[in-house]
């Protein structure tokens, strides 16, 4: 009974080039979110996505920043030309997605992104 | 300024002691979430609170939130080295998905 899965666990990168964050929901999940938490700071809710769309991006950076999450396949979070600023530890979290309920998030192990 | 406060920030105690993490909110809850971070890891779900007065237990940790639904606690009685790691308060102050969190309480539990 596999929880929420994300690879890499660990990924450098030199800036300008680019990162790919992957998450697989648990089983039965539908609906992914992405927070990213910077060092000594709590946890920032960047987006929240169902199959096939974008249902919330308002905590994503405006340039170089994008999710999605197809209709097979792991949710992607992508950076484009990586700055230093962007080294933190992305979690990812996935929910039943079931409507009109309260619904608590299930968090994967998070990719730890070092920008050289 | 934190929209949820957490405190203490760091907690040491020895083994077998009680205590207790508090998470205040300046807005109405419509949920929230008990989380444990170990240092490189991810977040373990402990608890859910949603009901003004609704208290939880497991094994030996209760958490309570307040009739105001703004404050929550956290107590872990007789602790354990098991127990040390980072204690996370999530809340959702929307009534949608989105959380917020507070910065965390790092506990350490001397043997």
């Known amino acids: 009974n596999a929880g929420v899965m994300q690879n890499p666990r660990h990924l450098v990168r030199r800036r300008g080039q680019e990162a790919r964050l992957r998450c697989s929901p648990m089983?039965?999940?539908?609906?992914v979110y992405w927070y990213r938490q910077l060092p000594e700071e709590g946890l920032k809710f960047m987006v929240y996505l169902q199959k096939e769309n974008i249902i919330d991006e308002s905590g994503m950076p405006k340039e170089r920043f994008s999710a999605e999450f197809p209709k097979e396949g792991p949710s992607i979070l992508r950076i484009q030309q990586v700055v230093r600023g962007d080294s933190a530890a992305y979690f990812c979290?996935?929910?039943?997605?079931?409507?009109?309920?309260?619904?608590?998030?299930?968090f994967g192990p998070g990719t730890r992104l070092l920008v050289l | 300024s934190q929209e949820l406060e957490q405190s203490p920030q760091s907690l040491i105690v020895q083994e077998g002691k009680n205590l207790t993490i508090n998470c205040t909110s300046s807005k109405t809850l419509y949920g929230l979430y008990w989380y444990k971070q170990k240092y490189g890891e991810g977040l373990i779900f402990l608890m859910m609170?949603?009901?003004?007065?609704e208290e939880k237990s497991h094994e030996k940790i209760t958490a309570k939130l307040d009739e105001k639904k703004q404050q929550s606690s956290l107590h872990i009685t007789a602790s354990q080295p098991s127990h040390a790691g980072i204690y996370l308060c999530?809340?959702?102050?929307?009534?949608?998905?989105?959380?917020?969190f507070g910065t965390g309480t790092r506990l350490k539990v001397l043997a």
């Open positions: 089983k039965g999940h539908s609906h």
């Open positions: 979290a996935s929910s039943l997605g079931l409507a009109g309920d309260l619904e608590t998030q299930y």
């Open positions: 609170l949603q009901k003004g007065g």
């Open positions: 999530g809340a959702d102050i929307s009534g949608t998905y989105k959380y917020i």
